[in-house]
Each structure stands twice: as structure tokens, then as C-alpha cells.
């Protein structure tokens, strides 16, 4: 009577409930249906809430399990958001600040303070970088002051010189004028320099009636103008011919010249 009243009483359970309470004693008790059928009602009471305080049991690990994945994912993320800032903070401090430090001492450099120099501690790249960019500006100061101390004995030379001597650029623009060119023409030198060319102060009749003997001579058709004083010495030959300058005043004043490539 006792396993007839227990199955009326499941009969008014949803068949859902029922079959997952036979499932979950047969799944975890390894009870076969038969054993579960033929159980009083208070043993199988017994055992539907040992199988829940199981099941709760479970269900608690779990949370626990969740909640300590979830505090070491959030102890990685801010060990790695430390990791990432203290690793900025060593970049910046060893490398973004030294290379601010050469690029200060380079553009000192080019603003002409020839005594800059990059002055970095340690024994690494940007150290050995920093030194060789300091002797490569103490070579080129050291250059850079011969080559200027070079070039004003040969401007004292020039100017000096009781002859006229005239510069002038692959392109006929005249680039240097002596003292005794403007004495000799009248012109002041900063009119003439990257302005003009020796075409104006040359007899173009001259010029051209040269420029006939000069084509034939070398065998080519030169242009009428600056090639034609300066075409044989581009070739190597020596270059000296007697001409007529006309000074700024309309004077013509007959010279020796004599032409050289550079």
C-alpha cells in the first residue's frame, strides 16, 4: 500500500520533475529505475535531499571556481596595465630622453654652436651613436674652420691682386668680383655678384666674330655669349686671348685674358 500511495503522490508531478529526480539518483547514486520505483517515500526523501545538498554543494564550487577566475583575470589585467606603464616609464626614461638629448645638441649644432656635444651615460647603442655624432662634429668644425680660414687668404689673394679676377658659375653668374675688376669697370662688386654675367661688359661684335674662329678651331658649333669665352678651357686647353672690355662709363679698355676651369 505503503509503494502504491508513493506512486499516486508522483502522479501529480509534472513528468518533467519526476523524470529528472530518477535521473539525477541514477546519474549520481547509481540507482536503476527499478530501485528508485520499489523505494518508500521517506527513503527516497532521504535521498532526493542528499542528491540536492549535493547539487548545491556543486553549484557553490562552482561560484567559488567562477569568482576566482574572475579575481585572477582581474590580477593579470592590472599586472599587465602595471607591466605596460612601468615599461613605458624605463622606455622613456632610457630611450626617449636620450634621443631628445642628441636631437637638442644636433639642432644647437646647425644653428652654428660648433660646441654642442651629446653627452650621454652607459655603454650602449645610443651612447656609442651620441660619441660618434661628437666626433664626426669635431672633425667637421675642425674642416669647417680650415676650410674658412682657407677661403679668406684666397679672398685677401684675390682682392689684393693688382690684376682683376672675375668668378664666375658653370652658368656664367658671376660669383666673385676683386677690388681691382671694380677699379678696372666701374661696377661695385654686389651689383654684379649672382646678378650678372661678363657679357656685360664684353664687346658683343667680339664676341661673336671670336665665336667664328673658336667653332672652327675646336671643330663644333659653339653658342654666341658665355660659351664662347669659356669652351676651350672646358676642354683642359689653357685659354688666353686679347679683348675689349667696356667699362661702366663706355670706355673701352683693351685686355689680356685669360680663362681657367676650376
Same mark, same amino acid.
Given at each position: 500500500?505503503?509503494?502504491? !500511495? *508513493? ?6 508531478n509534472? #513528468?518533467?520533475?519526476?523524470?529528472n529526480?530518477?535521473?539525477?539518483l ?5 540507482? =536503476? ?21 549535493? #547539487?548545491?554543494?556543486?553549484?557553490? &564550487? ?6 576566482w ?11 599587465s @596595465?602595471?607591466?605596460?606603464? #612601468?615599461?613605458? *616609464?624605463?622606455?622613456?626614461? #632610457? ?11 644636433l639642432?644647437?649644432?646647425?644653428? %652654428? ?12 647603442e ?13 672633425? !667637421? ?16 689673394? +684675390?682682392?689684393s ?6 668668378a664666375?658659375?658653370?652658368? $656664367?653668374?658671376?660669383?666673385? *668680383?676683386? =677690388?681691382?675688376?671694380?677699379k678696372?669697370? $666701374? ?5 654684379? +655678384?649672382? &646678378?650678372?654675367?661678363?657679357?656685360? !661688359? ?6 661673336? @666674330?671670336?665665336? &667664328? ?6 671643330? +663644333?658649333? +659653339?653658342?654666341? %655669349? *658665355? ?8 676642354? $683642359? ?20 685674358? @685669360?680663362?681657367?676651369?676650376?
Amino acid at each position: 500500500r505503503t509503494q502504491r !500511495f *508513493f506512486r499516486v503522490a508522483l502522479s501529480h508531478n509534472s #513528468l518533467e520533475n519526476y523524470y529528472n529526480t530518477n535521473f539525477s539518483l541514477m546519474q549520481h547514486h547509481k540507482y =536503476s529505475l527499478t530501485e528508485i520505483e520499489d523505494m518508500i517515500p521517506w527513503e527516497r526523501d532521504i535521498y532526493v535531499g542528499m542528491l540536492q545538498q549535493y #547539487l548545491e554543494d556543486e553549484r557553490l &564550487k562552482q561560484q567559488q571556481a567562477s569568482s576566482w577566475l574572475i579575481k585572477q583575470s582581474l590580477y593579470i589585467a592590472v599586472g599587465s @596595465s602595471l607591466a605596460a606603464i #612601468l615599461l613605458m *616609464f624605463v622606455m622613456n626614461t #632610457l630611450i626617449t630622453k636620450r634621443v631628445l638629448k642628441i636631437q637638442q645638441a644636433l639642432d644647437r649644432w646647425s644653428k %652654428g654652436d660648433r660646441n654642442a656635444q651629446i653627452s650621454l651615460k652607459g655603454n650602449n647603442e645610443l651612447s656609442h651613436i651620441g660619441n660618434m655624432i661628437n666626433s664626426l662634429v669635431k672633425q !667637421f668644425s675642425a674642416d669647417e674652420e680650415a676650410l674658412i680660414f682657407s677661403q679668406q687668404v684666397n679672398n685677401a689673394i +684675390i682682392h689684393s691682386a693688382n690684376y682683376s679676377i672675375i668668378a664666375t658659375d658653370t652658368n $656664367g653668374i658671376i660669383t666673385s *668680383f676683386n =677690388s681691382s675688376a671694380e677699379k678696372l669697370l $666701374g661696377y661695385d662688386k654686389h651689383d654684379l +655678384i649672382n &646678378k650678372q654675367s661678363p657679357a656685360l !661688359f664684353h664687346d658683343i661684335n667680339e664676341v661673336k @666674330s671670336h665665336n &667664328k674662329k673658336l667653332s672652327a678651331e675646336l671643330g +663644333i658649333e +659653339i653658342p654666341v %655669349g *658665355f660659351e664662347t669665352l669659356v669652351s676651350k678651357s672646358r676642354t $683642359g686647353i689653357p685659354d688666353e686671348n686679347n679683348w675689349t672690355y667696356i667699362a661702366k662709363n663706355g670706355k673701352r679698355i683693351p685686355i689680356r685674358l @685669360s680663362v681657367s676651369a676650376l
